[in-house]
């Protein structure tokens, strides 16, 4: 089967680079008249064209990003709809997992850490609850693949997803929108901006979203007492400009959430098979509590970013921050009722009741950077820099069976930084950056069960990362790149088993070496825009989690080395004056080299592992993929606009999102991944006074996929799935 499917998915992007190319062909007789518009980002932290920039980024509009969200999707909207990038989460609407090129951490405890950064108007949102802020009035998302250590620093070998939203502007403008679908969907979103003065603009936006209770209790007989969720969240942005070569932009945004944390769903596969069995109904859940699954964060920031400009060939940039969130999520871990030794239980075989609760404690994060860039001569542009960061909060747990543990984190890190460009040609230019980061973490845990205070654990790392790039033009259309980057995690305490009475477990830093080529096209007279990017890495030292298995335990714990390989592409194609497509695909190679590791595995009977065990029972994981990695992933796009005179015009828009075969745990069982799932969202509507003005109809998750996102494997076999199909009309007006 797989092999099927690898020569079906190579005969599509096959046919796709012949598509192109034969365009490419025909480019010469092509007079349009219209082009793609040009995409902007600042992957560099300078703003350049996308097709300019030596690294694998992805870029999304903001306003594509609002059509994915129609339904009330969280920040994981965007899995699959990048190449290579998968999102997870088993807290609900807080703590994403990020993986891209298949590296990430499956961790669910609210301190992880994750090679994955999240950026989010330059400031680094480093812990899991402060990553999962709402998606509003943004500008532009883009992706990027591969290590970003020596501009974006430690926590980066993956790559990162950065975040820009709306800025102030002197000219008013503004939008308001809100939709209303099924299950009592339902968002408000706002903004508007202008000038308050020839010296000071300033925006002020706003996003309000709900969903009623839709899961049905089936244990307590209770209708509609989970799934809901009541979400809002603002920014306020000033921009003052008191002189020609200074400004100072401040930002101010807050979050508040309440609702459902993920819902778990006890023994929902057969032993042997990862497909969904009779005990699975979207619409129920038998769990033998009233809690419901209820979960509560309230998070606020703060930032400032000034920037002097001394001249053409200079400029100095600060950027200040401060962020903290607090709040608590409770599950029903085992996703069932009652317990082997008890008179009933069920769906299926309940071990043993398990209800955790898992809070956070004031977070206080600050960060500052300073940077100076400028260009030095006609053929060199530099930047250098520091990076401070610093945070500290509390990780409060209750199991199910004992007191409360406490785990104060606290996280001190600093950063010398440098990146040149220098036109060897006016064909060709090369980049070259480095960074070294000092980084210091502390624990200090309270095991409630014990009544006592465990030793301080305490850890120190630091690295030189670099990366060096070659860019070069073979024509205006076309040009290809070389990059090798480095980057690393720092060092990463775990304390989740605390709560059980052990001492929190610890991994030292991972480092990356990872190598990328790839292309930039522009073709058919700028109406296609076609990138493409080979890459091939190792790993040394990665840091995972072996999380559950029999023995319920959470410990941190390096890999030998991790490889992978492939590559990823998007295409952008303008094929009339009125129709878009976009296409991505991605394929990613990863195996572990570990012989010595050994992780263990679901409880006597629960599951079908098939790896090799060892004589404890423990599984051999050496040659496994890394865990939630997708091999492939494919997204598909396509706009029609049908013009009917006088500022008026229908539409519709389409979306898929294709994820490919998914190992969901560090060792591998018949019932633990996926085979391959997809999700189809659909828009279609009416604009008129010049699109002034929108109502449409919207669909995702059109044809009610069930995808099974993750599993629980300790206990019994559950797991948990993606959103419902939502059905729904939005109306959109700009002023």
Sequence with gaps: MKKTWFNISA??????????????AQAQDSDSGYALEEILVTAQKREQSLQDVPISVSAIAGDKVKDFAAGGEDIRLLSSRVPGLNAESSNGRVAPRFYIRGLGNTDFDLAASQPVSIVVDDVVLENVILKSFPLFDIERVEVLRGPQGTLFGRNTPAGIVKFDTRKPTQEPEGYVSASYGSLGTSSIEAAYGGGLGEKVSARISGLMTRRNDWIDNGYTEEEDVMGGFVEAAMRAQVLFEPTDNFDALLNFHYRSLDGTSEIFRANIFDAGSPELNDNFDRDTVYHDDDHHNAQSFNSWGASAKLVWDFGEDMSLTSVSAYETTKGCGIGDIDGGYGAAFLPEMGPGVIPFPSTTEDCIDNLDQYTQEVRLAGQGTDKLFYQVGFFYFDSDFTIRTRPFFVPDSTVRHQNESWALFGQASYDLTDSTTVTVGARYTDDQKTADAFDGGAGAALPTVELEGNDFSWDVAVNHILNPDLSIYARVATGFRAPSIQGRDVAFGSAPTTATEETIMSYEAGFKADLVEGRMRWNGAFFYYEMDDLQVTAVGGGSNNVRLLNLDKVKGYGFETDIEFLATENLTLTAGASYAHTRI?????????CGTGMCTPTNRLDNNGRAIINGNPLPQAPDWTFNVTAEYVLPTGDGEEFFVFTDWAYQGDTNFTLYEAAEFRSTGTYELGL???????????????????????????GVIDFNNLTGFVNEPRVLGIAFRADF
Excluded: C, H, Q
């Design 593 to 601: 080299y570990d012989t010595a590791v050994r992780v263990p595995v």
């Design 11 to 24: 005969r599509l992007i096959a046919g796709t680079s012949m598509i192109a190319l034969s365009a490419a």
């Design 683 to 709: 828009r279609l509507g009416y604009r008129w006074d010049d699109s002034r003005y929108e109502v449409a109809f919207f669909g995702r998750n059109l044809t009610d996929e069930k995808n099974v996102k």
